[in-house]
C-alpha cells in the first residue's frame, strides 16, 4: 500500500522569503500522480500544483513549485516571496495513475502547517 | 467554477442520534468522496462512489453509510452519532476520464464540523 509522509507538522517563514515544505511517499509503483493541496483557516481545500510522475520536469505554478524527485520518492513544495496568505495547512498526497477503483483515490499526508510572519 | 455545497457547516449533536451530511456538486462529476480530516491525521477517506448508486469503503468506514441517489448529491449517514465521530468532514469531488489523463483534481467543500456530545 503506498503510504504519504510529511515530516514537518508545523513550519514558519518570513514575509517575503523562501520556505519548502517536505514530502516523502512510498510506492512501488511506477506511473502515478502527486499533488499539493492548501487548506487556508475555515477554509476550503485547494489545489496548489500538481506533477506527473512520468514527466521529468518539475512544475511549476507562480510562486509555488516543486523539487520532484521520483528515485527518492521525494515531492518537496518550495514556496517563494511568501505572502501572509500562504499561511495554511498543506497536505502532500499521492494518486496511482491507474483510473478505477480504490487505486484512483488521493492517499493524504498529515499535513504541514505553515504560519507566515509579517 | 465547480463548486462543491456542504449543507451545514457547524452541527452539534447527541449521542445516538442519526445524522446526514449533504453534499451537492454542480459540474456533473462521476466521483465523490467523503474524508474524515483529525489534528495529526491528515485526511482518512470513509466512502467513495464513482456512479450513481455505487459506494465502496474507504479506509474507515465502520459507524458511516452513505447515499448516492443521484449524481449531484452524495450523502455521509452517521446511523447512531458517536463522540468518537467529533470531526471535521470533508466532501470532494472529481470528474474521472477513464484513462490516466489525470483530469481528476479533487475540488472540495467547506466542510462540515460536527461536534457529537
Known amino acids: 500500500a503506498q503510504t504519504v509522509t510529511q515530516s514537518q507538522p508545523e513550519m514558519s517563514v518570513q514575509e517575503a522569503e523562501t520556505v519548502t515544505l517536505s514530502c516523502t511517499y512510498d510506492?512501488?509503483?511506477?506511473?502515478?500522480?502527486l499533488f499539493w493541496y492548501k487548506q487556508p483557516p475555515s477554509r476550503q481545500m485547494i489545489l496548489v500544483i500538481r506533477q506527473e510522475a512520468y514527466k521529468q520536469q518539475n512544475a511549476t505554478e507562480n510562486r509555488f513549485s516543486v523539487n520532484f524527485q521520483k528515485a527518492a520518492k521525494s515531492f518537496s513544495l518550495k514556496i517563494s516571496d511568501s505572502q501572509l496568505g500562504d499561511a495554511a495547512m498543506y497536505f502532500c498526497?499521492?494518486?496511482?495513475?491507474?483510473?478505477?477503483?480504490?487505486?484512483?483515490?488521493?492517499?493524504f499526508g498529515k499535513g504541514t502547517k505553515l504560519s507566515v510572519k509579517p | 467554477d465547480v463548486k462543491v455545497t456542504q449543507s451545514s457547516r457547524y452541527l452539534v449533536k447527541r449521542t445516538g442520534e442519526k445524522v446526514f451530511l449533504e453534499c451537492v456538486q454542480d459540474?456533473?462529476?462521476?466521483?465523490m468522496f467523503w474524508y474524515r480530516q483529525d489534528p495529526g491525521l491528515g485526511l482518512r477517506l470513509i466512502y467513495f462512489?464513482?456512479?450513481?448508486?455505487?459506494?465502496e469503503k474507504g479506509d474507515i468506514p465502520e459507524g458511516y453509510s452513505v447515499s448516492r441517489e443521484k449524481k449531484e448529491r452524495f450523502s455521509l449517514i452517521l446511523e447512531s452519532a458517536s463522540t468518537n465521530q467529533t470531526s471535521m468532514y470533508l466532501c470532494?469531488?472529481?470528474?474521472?476520464?477513464?484513462?490516466?489523463?489525470?483530469?481528476?483534481?479533487?475540488?472540495f467543500g467547506a466542510g462540515s464540523r460536527l461536534t457529537v456530545l
Open positions: 470532494a469531488s472529481s470528474f474521472e476520464t477513464g484513462d490516466s489523463s489525470g483530469a481528476n483534481v479533487l475540488t
Open positions: 498526497a499521492y494518486r496511482s495513475a491507474w483510473a478505477g477503483g480504490s487505486q484512483g483515490n488521493l492517499i
Open positions: 510506492t512501488s509503483e511506477s506511473d502515478y500522480y
Open positions: 459540474m456533473d462529476h462521476e466521483n
Open positions: 462512489s464513482y456512479d450513481v448508486k455505487m459506494k
